[in-house]
Structure formats: structure tokens, C-alpha cells
Nanobody, 127 residues
Framework: QVQLVESGGDSVQSGGSLRLSCAAYGDTYSIYCMGWFRQVLGQVREGVAAIASDGSTSYADSVKGRFTISQDNAKNTLYLQMNSLKPEDTAMYYC?????????????????????WGQGTQVTVSS
């Protein structure tokens, strides 16, 4: 099992930047896919970015060119660098991890039932 703890959420103005962090504890060696999801209350959860154990990455079209996902294996930490933030990026951001191999794309990976989740960190972007 793995425990995930997010941090870095804040309130910023449009055009600003934030870096989210997700510290992983436990059996991190066997993780195949990690990623970031976001959700606005009352709306469908959206996959933002994902990274597989081989380093391959996937991004939602809405964040391509603005967000970068990365990981520091030595620190067991996942990051999401968010630049040029827009008001529509406002959401609760969740970190997720999955041991299952095969799918690690933001539109093909669903960790809802078999994955692990953090508690979320709020990002608010004002215009």
C-alpha cells in the first residue's frame, strides 16, 4: 500500500505559477503510474497529467504547454509545475497512484477503484 500527501495549493492571480507536491509513503517501489486529477465541486473529475514508471507522460489538452509533471524517485515525490494559470484551473487537485500496469494516460487510466488517493490540495486562480 501507499499513502499520498499533497501540498502546494494556494490562491494566485491569473498568469501566476504554482508547484504542487505529492509525497508518497509505503510501497513506492511497485508503483506503475502516478498522476494528478482535479475536481470542482459538482463537476466531473478530470485527469490533468500522468507519468508512468518509464518516465512517459500524458497531459490533458487543457493544460498542455502550461503544466509539467515530474517525479523525484529519490524523494518519492511527484510534482506538478503549473504555469500561466487561468481561472478555469481553479479546483481541488488530487494525487493518485496505481500498481496496475498497462494504462497510464489521463484519458485511459482510472484509479478510482484500485488506485490510491491523497486528500487533495486546493488551487484557486483569480482573474
Amino acid at each position: 500500500q501507499v499513502q499520498l500527501v499533497e501540498s502546494g495549493g494556494d490562491s494566485v492571480q491569473s498568469g501566476g505559477s504554482l508547484r504542487l507536491s505529492c509525497a508518497a509513503y509505503g510501497d513506492t517501489y511497485s508503483i506503475y503510474c502516478m498522476g494528478w486529477f482535479r475536481q470542482v465541486l459538482g463537476q466531473v473529475r478530470e485527469g490533468v497529467a500522468a507519468i508512468a514508471s518509464d518516465g512517459s507522460t500524458s497531459y490533458a489538452d487543457s493544460v498542455k504547454g502550461r503544466f509539467t509533471i515530474s517525479q523525484d524517485n529519490a524523494k518519492n515525490t511527484l510534482y506538478l509545475q503549473m504555469n500561466s494559470l487561468k481561472p478555469e484551473d481553479t479546483a481541488m487537485y488530487y494525487c493518485a497512484a496505481d500498481y496496475r500496469t498497462g494504462r497510464c494516460g489521463v484519458t485511459t487510466w482510472d484509479p478510482t477503484l484500485a488506485g490510491y488517493w491523497g486528500q487533495g490540495t486546493q488551487v484557486t486562480v483569480s482573474s
